[in-house]
């Protein structure tokens, strides 16, 4: 990551952290209503056993053989907010501050009328779509660039934005960090605006005393794979070609320099269909799918495709905490010692999961 953002946020953090607002969802608030683990949302799984045949592997191997693949935009990130009113994305973060001209607004939201539906049309041939979804991220950047961004700009367009993690989103990161999982996030997104905003929640405190382990994490070990902006003279002139977008992040995972090490087993995770398409399944043992299925009353048509897709769905604009229970039982020797944020209750996830025991983390 370019030093200057990180720069960017040390120094506001120095003069004042609460500068810098929350930016992650919270947790259910039990003392509101009757508090429950489907409060992160609702989990569905495809098969049990093959699932459970999965854990075990993974178990078997430990964490050294482990790794994380995931989509930012709508699965490290929230929908919406509490209130119910969206939520940003990347590019709509970008889009909609005060950096772009009117003129270029209304450009980008008539090229998201035009190609969102494609986007989510199962029906299109996948090399159709791929020159679509081509066509609209191209045109948007050719756009964003006439505006001549600094990297500093990105940083005040987070700081104005309505981005927001979904909850669990640090317990994530520390239990990556215990691990040492190598931790990949694949985004059509903008690569300015995605680790700005992990920037803002490692300088705001809400990290509490993991910060600086959390930052030492980011540096070693997560890699941010997405669409970026190339400067000249601290201005923003370009951005780098090709683009990635939803259907060709398997090319920018395995087959671009420099060349990648990779572990047995993955955990990925998206919100679209295509997002497990970024693992090239030849390259691992074992996949564990996981989907975000936020939206669920809009688009309960593909709830059948997600089911057949992902080894665990969460609908419900859920939090992360299903991911890291998991993750927390399989490792429990390894992750004795981390106090993370939140306690789990075995016994209500498992009632939300449709079972009556714990036969999917048994050894």
Same mark, same amino acid.
């Not at 508090?35 to 964490?63: R, S």
């Not at 000249?232 to 683009?243: F, H, L, R, S, V």
């Given at each position: 990551?370019?030093?200057?953002?990180?720069?960017?946020?040390?120094?506001?953090?120095?003069?004042?952290?609460?500068?810098?607002?929350?930016?992650?969802?919270?947790?259910?608030?039990?003392?509101?209503?009757?508090?429950?683990?489907?409060?992160?949302?609702?989990?569905?799984?495809?098969?049990?056993?093959?699932?459970?045949?999965?854990?075990?592997?993974?178990?078997?191997?430990?964490?050294?053989?482990? +790794?994380? *693949?995931? @989509?930012?935009?709508?699965?490290?990130? /929230?929908?919406?907010?509490?209130? =119910?009113?969206?939520? $940003?994305?990347?590019?709509?973060?970008?889009?909609?501050?005060?950096?772009?001209?009117?003129?270029?607004?209304?450009?980008?939201?008539?090229?998201?009328?035009?190609?969102?539906?494609?986007?989510?049309?199962?029906?299109?041939?996948?090399?159709?779509?791929? +020159?679509? *979804?081509? @066509?609209?991220?191209?045109?948007?950047? /050719?756009?964003?660039?006439?505006? =001549?961004?600094?990297? $500093?700009?990105?940083?005040?367009?987070?700081?104005?934005?309505?981005?927001?993690?979904?909850?669990?989103?640090?317990?994530?990161?520390?239990?990556?960090?215990?691990?040492?999982?190598?931790?990949?996030?694949?985004?059509?997104?903008?690569?300015?605006?995605?680790?700005?905003?992990?920037?803002?929640?490692?300088?705001?405190?809400?990290?509490?005393?993991?910060?600086?382990?959390?930052?030492?994490?980011?540096?070693?070990?997560?890699?941010?794979?997405?669409?970026?902006?190339?400067?000249?003279?601290?201005?923003?002139?370009?951005?780098?070609?090709?683009?990635?977008?939803?259907?060709?992040?398997?090319?920018?995972?395995?087959?671009?320099?420099?060349?990648?090490?990779?572990?047995?087993?993955?955990?990925?995770?998206?919100?679209?269909?295509?997002?497990?398409?970024?693992?090239?399944?030849?390259?691992?043992?074992?996949?564990?799918?996981?989907?975000?299925?936020?939206?669920?009353?809009?688009?309960?048509?593909?709830?059948?495709?997600?089911?057949?897709?992902?080894?665990?769905?969460?609908?419900?604009?859920?939090?992360?905490?299903?991911?890291?229970?998991?993750?927390?039982?399989?490792?429990?020797?390894?992750?004795?010692?981390?106090?993370?944020?939140?306690?789990?209750?075995?016994?209500?996830?498992?009632?939300?999961?449709?079972?009556?025991?714990?036969?999917?983390?048994?050894?």
């Amino acid at each position: 990551m370019p030093r200057v953002l990180q720069s960017f946020f040390e120094q506001i953090s120095k003069h004042n952290k609460t500068a810098i607002r929350n930016f992650i969802a919270p947790a259910p608030c039990p003392i509101l209503k009757n508090f429950h683990i489907t409060d992160h949302g609702h989990i569905h799984m495809k098969d049990c056993d093959e699932l459970a045949q999965k854990i075990q592997h993974i178990k078997l191997h430990g964490p050294k053989s482990l +790794q994380i *693949m995931t @989509d930012y935009d709508k699965t490290l990130t /929230k929908m919406r907010f509490i209130d =119910g009113k969206y939520a $940003d994305t990347s590019f709509k973060a970008l889009q909609e501050s005060a950096f772009i001209t009117k003129e270029v607004k209304l450009i980008a939201r008539q090229l998201f009328e035009k190609y969102h539906k494609i986007e989510l049309d199962l029906s299109m041939p996948s090399n159709v779509k791929s +020159q679509h *979804m081509m @066509d609209w991220w191209e045109s948007k950047f /050719k756009h964003f660039i006439q505006m =001549g961004l600094k990297h $500093d700009d990105h940083g005040h367009i987070v700081l104005n934005s309505r981005l927001l993690f979904r909850h669990g989103i640090l317990d994530l990161l520390r239990i990556g960090s215990k691990l040492e999982l190598p931790f990949y996030i694949v985004s059509g997104g903008i690569t300015e605006i995605i680790e700005s905003h992990f920037q803002a929640i490692l300088h705001n405190g809400e990290a509490g005393e993991a910060e600086n382990e959390l930052r030492e994490y980011w540096d070693s070990s997560v890699k941010v794979l997405s669409n970026r902006f190339i400067y000249a003279n601290t201005i923003g002139i370009d951005y780098q070609k090709p683009i990635i977008h939803v259907l060709n992040k398997q090319q920018f995972i395995y087959d671009t320099e420099p060349k990648r090490e990779f572990k047995r087993n993955v955990i990925v995770m998206g919100d679209l269909l295509e997002d497990v398409q970024m693992v090239r399944e030849s390259e691992h043992d074992v996949v564990l799918k996981v989907g975000f299925l936020n939206d669920l009353e809009v688009k309960e048509d593909m709830m059948a495709e997600f089911m057949k897709t992902f080894d665990v769905v969460i609908t419900g604009d859920g939090s992360l905490q299903a991911v890291n229970y998991l993750l927390s039982q399989i490792f429990n020797e390894e992750l004795k010692q981390l106090k993370l944020t939140e306690k789990y209750d075995e016994l209500l996830l498992f009632e939300s999961l449709g079972l009556n025991d714990s036969k999917l983390l048994q050894q």
